[in-house]
């Protein structure tokens, strides 16, 4: 014991913190992070191993937009660029034909305005045939969007 006072929290892995103030991934975020090394690059990993948690630290390290689709206890994430994760309606449709779901997307920045849908996240949800799925920002704030909305 010290007998200072000091804070026990690292920031290490926590979006927020990885956004705001250049803290680092966490090992296994970091280890997703190297099998996802470019826009379109893909990793399948158990369903326990990322959370959509994890995929808001990857967009705050890197700007990059990743979605995330499941099927029983696997999940797979793509990576995309600043922009968008290149998932359409037809690659959604072979997605859910295989048995995924999306589970969801994040979008970058720290605002909750990034956290809107786009026509094109609607449209891959329909294909989907999902009622909603989720989008996390850059410090992981979310918002649950539907087809409709």
């Known amino acids: 014991m010290s007998g200072q006072i000091e804070n026990k929290h690292t ?11 250049g803290r680092p991934l966490d090992n296994r975020q970091q280890a997703l992070l190297d099998r996802l090394p470019e826009d379109g690059s893909r990793a399948e990993v158990g369903k326990d191993d990322v959370s959509m948690m994890d995929l808001s630290a990857l967009t705050a390290k890197t700007g990059d937009e990743f979605a995330m689709f499941t099927r029983g206890s696997e999940r797979l994430v793509v990576r995309g660029n600043n922009e968008r994760v290149d998932i359409n ?10 048995g995924y779901k999306w589970s969801g997307h994040t979008h970058p920045g720290g605002g909750k305005m990034v956290l809107r849908s786009s026509e094109g996240d609607k449209l891959v949800l329909r294909a989907f045939n999902q009622k909603r799925s989720v989008i996390y920002n850059s ?6 969007f539907t087809k409709y909305s």
């Open 11 to 21: 920031g290490v892995g926590v979006p927020e913190d990885i956004y705001r103030h």
């Open 89 to 98: 309606p037809g690659s959604a449709a072979e997605l859910s034909a295989q």
């Open 139 to 144: 410090v992981g704030q979310y918002q649950t």
